[in-house]
């Protein structure tokens, strides 16, 4: 079946302006996360979704990131006033909530390059 | 910041020969997975090993796990320059939401 999809695959922007990315997760998975990975780096949790409310939000970086999750599938990560510092890939993951020990399933990422 | 610490940050090794990757973790788990990332990319889960068990295999690879002393470790037996790519370890921590900690990952590098 289809896996994680995220879009878009790339995005340029300049710094200050609102962006936008998009997850699709896998149907039928209740959980929901959002990552961030800069260059070179491990992975950082941003936000975890339970159906479509966040009960785990601690990873945002500042008020200018947000997220919301609709109908227990599509999710939009925002990012407002963009910064340089901003500039990494942005990594989506679902799974199932039921399972004790469950595994995440990764999209491809966004590759976000704020100028 | 981050729960966990791998070694080597880079590794480098001929096919046919093991890769041994190390992960160190800070506070008590509930499981400890590997995941290997291709070209900067999405992740691929490989293994999970829970906070019960200390070791466990998976075609090519093992896992250890030694909760007395927070560490993991991941071996790649007989690689294959298919092999090349980051493996990074996350921790899913005791309590809590399903949230995975990872570590900085380690870069191996199988050269054929």
């Known amino acids: 079946g289809a896996g994680v999809s995220q879009s878009p695959s790339n995005k340029v922007t300049e710094k200050g302006k609102d962006v936008e990315l998009r997850c699709d997760p896998i149907s039928g998975h209740t959980a929901l996360y959002w990552y961030r990975q800069r260059l070179g780096q491990g992975l950082e949790f941003l936000i975890y979704f339970q159906g479509n409310s966040a009960p785990d939000k601690s990873g945002l970086p500042s008020d200018r990131f947000s997220a919301e999750r609709t109908g227990e599938s599509v999710s939009t990560l925002t990012i407002q006033r963009t910064q340089q510092e901003d500039s990494a890939v942005y990594l989506c993951a679902s799974s199932w909530l039921q399972r004790l020990y469950n595994e995440q399933f990764f999209g491809p990422g966004t590759r976000l390059t704020v100028l | 910041s981050q729960q966990g610490e791998e070694d080597p940050q880079a590794l480098s090794i001929q096919e046919g020969e093991n890769a041994t990757m190390n992960c160190s973790y800070k506070?008590?788990?509930?499981?400890l997975q590997w995941y290997r990332q291709n070209s900067g990319r999405g992740l691929v889960h490989l293994i999970l090993?829970?906070?019960?068990?200390r070791e466990k295999h998976s075609g090519r690879l093992r896992v250890t796990l030694d909760t007395s002393k927070k560490s993991s470790s991941l071996l790649i037996t007989a690689s294959r320059a298919a092999d090349t790519a980051s493996y990074f370890c996350a921790t899913r921590t005791s309590g809590g939401y399903n949230k995975l900690i990872f570590g900085a990952g380690t870069r191996l590098a199988v050269h054929p």
């Open positions: 506070t008590s788990i509930n499981n």
């Open positions: 090993i829970r906070s019960n068990e």
